[in-house]
């Protein structure tokens, strides 16, 4: 497999394409306008870095990896959900995202451990706690495949999450970005899916290497 992120665009019939399959492996349907809502949000304006861009590259790495997922409605819906509530100053994002899934699920009309699980893959985005299930491991691995793209995304994604929380002072920046940064780096394996670690590692520990590097030489 090539070991790069696949090539994606934020094409609406590609969205689409995802956004219904979601649903038809749930056996669901979703509401009028959620899908509408959800694209707004992930449009906001003071979104750089979690934004469209974000939510394609990670439905596309799924598309390619989806036949090891154990439910792949399920992980596909909390992939659209996992960002669809974000701002940069406060902390409860995770949170209220999984929230807004469970309530989406609850008018679908689904079963109470399938709205359960889904708020918890969305939960497993904050990345504070080791996945406990396979396909919470597959849904995070999908969200840090951005620390094993290419140099060039990997920087823009650099530039991105500066820019997405241009309101802190560098120097603060700098010391807050080392630790979460240095968090991933310390993480052996960073990737707990053996598909996406063969595809993703080696490049990850070079980018997460270099950036720290260029942190601290920064100082």
């Known amino acids: 497999m090539d070991a790069t992120l696949p090539a994606v665009s934020c094409a609406a019939a590609e969205l689409d394409a995802s956004w219904e399959q979601a649903w038809r492996d749930l056996g669901l349907a979703?509401?009028?306008g959620l899908?509408?809502?959800?694209l707004r949000r992930w449009s906001q304006a003071h979104r750089k870095y979690h934004t469209l861009q974000h939510l394609a590259e990670c439905l596309a790495l799924f598309a390619d990896?989806?036949?090891?997922a154990e439910?792949?409605?399920?992980?596909a819906l909390a992939l659209w959900f996992h960002d669809a509530i974000y701002e940069t100053n406060r902390h409860d994002n995770e949170a209220e995202s999984a929230a807004w899934a469970r309530r989406a699920l609850v008018e679908a009309h689904a079963a109470r451990d399938?709205?359960?699980?889904?708020?918890?893959?969305?939960?497993?985005?904050?990345?504070?706690?080791?996945?406990?299930t396979p396909d919470a491991a597959l849904l995070v691995d999908i969200d840090l495949a951005i620390l094993g793209a290419v140099p060039a995304r990997f920087d823009e994604y650099e530039r991105q999450i500066r820019d997405e929380y241009g309101q802190v002072p560098d120097a603060l920046f700098r010391e807050k970005r080392r630790e979460i940064l240095q968090a991933f780096a310390d993480r052996r394996p960073i990737y707990a899916t053996e598909l996406v670690r063969d595809r993703l590692e080696a490049a990850a520990q070079t980018n997460l290497?270099?950036?720290?590097g260029e942190?601290?030489?920064s100082q």
């Open 30 to 32: 979703p509401a009028p």
């Open 65 to 68: 990896v989806r036949p090891i």
């Open 35 to 38: 899908r509408d809502e959800l």
């Open 215 to 217: 942190l601290d030489s």
């Open 71 to 75: 439910r792949p409605g399920e992980v």
């Open 114 to 132: 399938v709205v359960d699980r889904v708020g918890a893959l969305v939960m497993a985005t904050r990345h504070s706690e080791v996945p406990d």
């Open 209 to 212: 290497r270099r950036s720290l």
